[in-house]
Structures are given as C-alpha cells and as structure tokens.
C-alpha cells in the first residue's frame, strides 16, 4: 500500500519502552483497527506502526477519504485504550525523545534541560519531533539534529 507524502500523520510516544510481547499484541490492534477504520462510512487507507519500541505512528492517505473528527475521535479511544491496558503514557508532550548511539531514549522536560546543560544532549543530537503532520515531513523532519528543532527555540538558553 503506498501513501501520499500529503498522507496525516499522528504520534503517540510512549513514557516506556514496550516489549516484545506488546509490540506483538498492540500491533495486531493496531491493523485490526485501521483495517476497518472508517469516516462518515468510507474506509479509511490507514496503518499504524509501532516504531523504535516508543511510538505509535498513524498514517492516514485522505487522498481517498478525508480523516474527520469522529474518525480521530476513534483512533484517540484506541490508543486511549492501549495506555490503559498496558499502563503506558501516550499523550505526555513534556516526555522528550532522543537518540544515543541508535538507542531511544525518552525522559521528562526537566530531565531533557539537566541533560543539555550538562551537555549530554548535544546541537547535533538525534531528537523526535512528533508534531510532523504529513507523511513528508515525517519522512524527512521526524528524526532531526537538536539544532534543526524545535526544541532547539525552547531550550535554546541552556545550550
């Protein structure tokens, strides 16, 4: 199945590493709901992958039909769901991702500015920003240096 680079785009980073076992189980929720996900009753060209053992990554083609609020209002139930059942945070935006050595790691906002000023987290750093929008620019601005990021305007001053 091939998805427009226009295709929306919605991240869930998860406050832990899943396991094996999860992955399995939570991928397989994942198809049986975007296999039958629906706006306005036109199916939906929708995936979602589970990421790094961190994200959960919806990908939605509207080039056939168009997202709609009641269609994210089901996915949202569904990763609601999926926090419950394995006692994760998903929807945490204070919890900042970042890569050492190809290894996610995912810490707290105070965490993250303690780990910039003591240099840990360096402008070449590997960071997420999971407030891509498209398919293209989740392609391309998902994994960026530090310096090309958001959070690079944010915490700027402790660099």
């Known amino acids: 199945m091939s998805f427009s680079p226009q295709s929306k785009v919605w991240i869930y980073q998860s406050d832990r590493e899943f396991t094996d076992q999860e992955i399995s189980a939570i991928q397989?929720?994942?198809?049986?709901?975007?296999?039958?996900?629906?706006?306005?009753?036109?199916?939906?060209?929708a995936k979602a992958d589970i990421l790094y053992r961190y994200f959960i990554v919806f990908v939605v083609d509207e080039a056939t039909a168009g997202a709609t609020g009641c269609s994210i209002d089901a996915s949202v139930r569904v990763v609601k769901g999926l926090e419950l059942e394995y006692g994760v945070d998903l929807f945490n935006r204070f919890n900042?991702?970042?890569?050492?050595?190809?290894?996610?790691?995912?810490?707290?906002?105070?965490?993250?500015?303690?780990?910039?000023?003591?240099?840990?987290?360096?402008?070449?750093?590997?960071?997420?920003?999971?407030?891509?929008?498209?398919?293209?620019?989740?392609?391309?601005?998902w994994e960026v240096p530090f310096k090309d990021s958001w959070h690079n305007k944010v915490f700027a001053e402790l660099l």
């Open 28 to 45: 397989q929720d994942l198809n049986a709901f975007t296999s039958q996900w629906k706006a306005h009753g036109h199916q939906l060209q």
């Open 96 to 141: 900042m991702a970042y890569k050492v050595n190809d290894k996610v790691v995912v810490v707290n906002k105070e965490d993250f500015e303690t780990l910039i000023s003591i240099k840990k987290i360096t402008p070449e750093s590997i960071v997420f920003n999971n407030m891509v929008q498209t398919l293209a620019e989740f392609e391309t601005k």
